[in-house]
Structure formats: C-alpha cells, structure tokens
C-alpha cells in the first residue's frame, strides 16, 4: 500500500509544478493549439501537458516500484518511444504513417519484451486458444487501436483525463487486489498525474494534454488492460474473475468503443481510419448543448455504469456481455445522432436540405460513390 501512495503522491506533486512551468514556456515560444473549423476551442490554448504527465507519472513509476526487474525495464522503453513521438507531434506534426510506426515499435516492445500477449479468445463464440501469429497480430491490433482512442476521444476539456482517471484507478485496485505491484503502481501513478493535470484542464481548460498526454495515456491503458486479462482470466490465479476480456473491454468501453466506430465509418466511406470529422460522441453530446464539464460528467457516469453491470453480470460468458456491450454502445450512438438530425431538420429545414444536397454532390466527385451511399455519408 506504501508503494501506490508513493507513487500516486510523487506523480501527482511533480505533474502539479511541472504545469504552471510549461504553460509559461508555452506562451513564451508560442507553441499553441490553434482553433480551426473542426476544434472546438475558439482562443489558443497550449498544448504540451503531455510533458507535465510523463513527467509526473515515470517519476512516481520508477521511484515507487517495489521490484520491477527488466519487466520494468521494457516497459520504461515502451513509454519513452510513445513519448517522443507525441512530443515530436505536438511541435512539427508527424504524418499518421510516422505516428503509426512510432506506436508499432512501442507494441513490439510489450508484445516480445513484456510478455504483453492475448493468446485466447476466453470462449468468445466458442474459440479459445489462439494460433500464435494470429494472437500477435490481434495483439498488435489491439494495442494500436487502445493508444489511438484516447488519442482520439481526446476533444473536450477534462475529457480524456477524467476517462483515464476512471480506467486507471479501477485497473490499479484491481492489480493491488492480485499483488501484481508493478502494474498497480503504474496505474496510481498514472492516476496521481492525471489528477494533478485535471486541474488545470477543467473547462476553460488553460492547458491541453496534447498528442504526448493522450498517446502515452493510451499505451499504459493497453498495457494494463491486456494484463489484466492475462492475470484475473487465470483460474489458479490469486484474483480470478469471470469474463475478464468482457470486464476489461468495459473499463475502456467508452474510448475503446467509440474508435471503432469511428473507424469502421471512416473505412466503409472509403476514407483513412486516420482522417479528422467531428463524429465522435463528444461531438454528438456537444450539438445536443452540452458544455464541456456536462459531457464529461455523462461520459465517466455512462462508462462506471458499463463497468458495473458487467461487472455483476461475469458469470454470463464473454460471448453474451460483449455482444451486449456493443449493442447497447450503437443504441446509444444511433439515439444521439437521430436525434441530433431531427433537431437539425426542424430549426433549419431548408439550410439543412440545402446543406446535404451541396455535401453529397462533393462527396460523389470525390469518391465515385452513387447518389444514395453519398448522401448517407453527407448525413
């Protein structure tokens, strides 16, 4: 216990002086994020809180682990791959085929060096062991898609530090529960500097975590989460617990889920995975007139309660709750976004109609798609 105060306290007090520092140098060198059509930001904010939670979380990691051996070791060199490429991001801008890479050695190391492996499927639809190159590809996958989702869901103040806050503190319990102290440490100290960094992200935000914040925020939840499956899916283990994918899949649901919405859209409309829209959830929220802090709040509420009735429900099989849990995920993206269209239709009828025709006459030069699979993209 003396370990996961240390570490969370460390973190959260180093990420707490570092941000004021980098807010000042921020303004100074003028590295700003810069509002355009499709941020929702209207004056420029700084960019690089990313720098403050590294900073705070590797601190508490390495100081506060109790024995971490070269476990501890390539993870460290995992974060640091993740770390460079955020920051390099943040100041110059990488293509999405330099970030990728970038996250494809961070995976490597987890997968080769870490031991970071989903080799099963636990009886989802009746599999479960997996061939091994198979398990290494879904693991790639895996990894790569859970970096690039807080990355992504990354749009509003407090957003993303507050779903990571959420995933971490609940990972770190657990990890406590099973003695697995290293990865209980990551996680509180990842917790420690993500609450010191809400501080100053809360709506108006004076700070952004940027790209260095939401990347490396999103491989310590992959990492967490794909040993938190290895661990609580072990029946002889010290914590076992039923459907861990499902329970594990539900601490993340709301980036995790929204990511692969948004990506397969992106995909079936013929477009980059990697291409910007404001399609994500918060988007939807937002043009329902919420304000920041109400769309964070609904987002962590929703997600605490995903995770609790999984959570009493793990003794109904992988297969049953994740079908559930992508069920009730698409309800509740359909329901927002008919009722945002309906809202639109009759405040601005005509505009809206004018609007969809102009969209789907471009979309159809743009992609040689027919009339109606244009339109639906336009919409």
């Known amino acids: 216990m003396d370990h996961l105060l240390t570490g969370s306290v460390i973190a959260f007090l180093i990420t707490f002086s570092a941000i004021p520092i980098i807010?000042?140098?921020a303004e100074m060198k003028n590295l700003f994020d810069i509002p355009d059509n499709r941020k929702i930001h209207i004056s420029p904010v700084p960019s690089l809180g990313g720098i403050g939670i590294f900073a705070g979380f590797i601190m508490g990691l390495l100081l506060a682990v109790p024995a971490g051996g070269i476990t501890l070791q390539f993870l460290t060199a995992a974060f640091l791959v993740i770390f460079f490429v955020g920051i390099k991001d943040d100041i110059v801008v990488?293509?999405?085929l330099k970030k990728f890479l970038g996250q494809f050695v961070a995976a490597t190391i987890l997968v080769f060096k870490c031991g970071i492996l989903i080799d099963s499927m636990y009886g989802f639809m009746g599999i479960q062991q997996l061939p091994y190159f198979f398990s290494v590809a879904f693991t790639y996958f895996t990894i790569i898609v859970i970096i690039n989702s807080f990355?992504?869901?990354d749009g509003v103040d407090g957003l993303a530090g507050s779903l990571?806050?959420?995933?971490?503190?609940?990972f770190?319990?657990?990890f406590f529960l099973a003695q697995e102290y290293i990865f209980a440490?990551?996680?509180?100290?990842?917790?420690g500097a993500l609450l010191a960094f809400l501080i100053f992200n809360v709506s108006p935000a004076k700070i952004f975590m940027g790209d260095t914040g939401s990347l490396i925020l999103g491989i310590v939840n992959a990492a967490l989460v794909i040993k938190f499956i290895q661990v609580a899916s072990n029946s002889g283990g010290k914590l076992y617990l039923p459907s861990a994918p499902s329970v594990g899949f539900a601490i993340l649901f709301l980036p995790l889920f929204d990511t692969l919405r948004i990506f397969t859209y992106r995909i079936l409309s013929r477009r980059s995975p990697f291409s910007p829209d404001r399609n994500h959830v918060h988007h939807l929220l937002l043009e329902k007139g919420c304000s920041h802090n109400m769309v964070t709040f609904l987002a962590v509420t929703f997600n605490i309660i995903i995770i609790a009735l999984t959570f009493m429900g793990r003794y109904l099989g992988n297969t049953l709750l994740l079908m559930g849990l992508v069920s009730v995920g698409f309800s509740i993206i359909s329901l927002l976004i008919y009722t945002n269209r309906t809202k639109r239709r009759k405040l601005f009828p005509l505009s809206f109609k004018k609007n969809l025709e102009i969209e789907t006459k471009?979309?159809?030069?743009k992609t040689g798609t027919s009339g109606i699979e244009a339109e639906e993209i336009a919409k």
């Open 172 to 174: 770190g319990i657990y």
């Open 164 to 170: 990571g806050l959420l995933t971490t503190s609940a």
């Open 94 to 96: 990488l293509t999405p």
């Open 185 to 191: 440490v990551m996680a509180f100290s990842m917790a």
């Open 23 to 25: 807010i000042r140098v």
């Open 151 to 153: 990355n992504l869901i």
């Open 362 to 365: 471009v979309i159809t030069l």
